[in-house]
């Protein structure tokens, strides 16, 4: 007859059966792939100066091509595969906004365009996205009717 066991015994049998976790390796990897996907939106940022974008407009550019960049690599299933390589090195950059947009609406395909991926796609980012948005408006909206404070 097995007798129960006591929460030392089981925490000490999780310990034991658990993988032990590299967390300097993990570091040293999420440092250096985000650190990477930084030089590639730096690179971005460069080109577009040289091709006489003024920084502001290269800016924006540049977050825009990175964004897309996140996106288009989620579709093909390449950016969750770093993302277990690279971890949070992933999540940080504005590649990752991009990543957290997409993925839900990926994995809602099957029940649907409307009700799968057009209720899904913002499920994560959504906050975010609407707020911002509502912000813009409103500010917009005191731009048009209230021009003497800007």
Do not use: H
């Amino acid at each position: 007859m097995k007798t129960k066991m006591t929460a030392e015994e089981y925490n000490e049998y999780v310990k034991r059966k658990s993988p032990k976790s590299p967390v300097l390796a993990d570091c040293v990897k999420a440092f250096v792939i985000g650190g990477l996907i930084c030089c590639v939106g730096e690179a971005f940022l460069k080109g577009y100066s040289m091709m006489g974008l003024d920084m502001e407009s290269a800016s924006s550019a540049t977050a825009i091509t990175m964004v897309f960049l996140g996106a288009l690599f989620t579709g093909l299933n390449l950016y969750p595969k770093l993302a277990k390589i690279a971890g949070a090195g992933t999540i940080v950059p504005i590649t990752g906004f991009a990543n957290s947009v997409v993925s839900p609406a990926i994995e809602s395909k099957p029940e649907g365009y409307v009700l799968g991926v057009g209720a899904k796609i913002f499920s994560i980012a959504g906050p975010v996205i609407l707020f911002g948005i509502f912000a813009s408006m409103i500010a917009g909206l005191i731009y048009v009717f209230v021009p003497s404070l800007m």
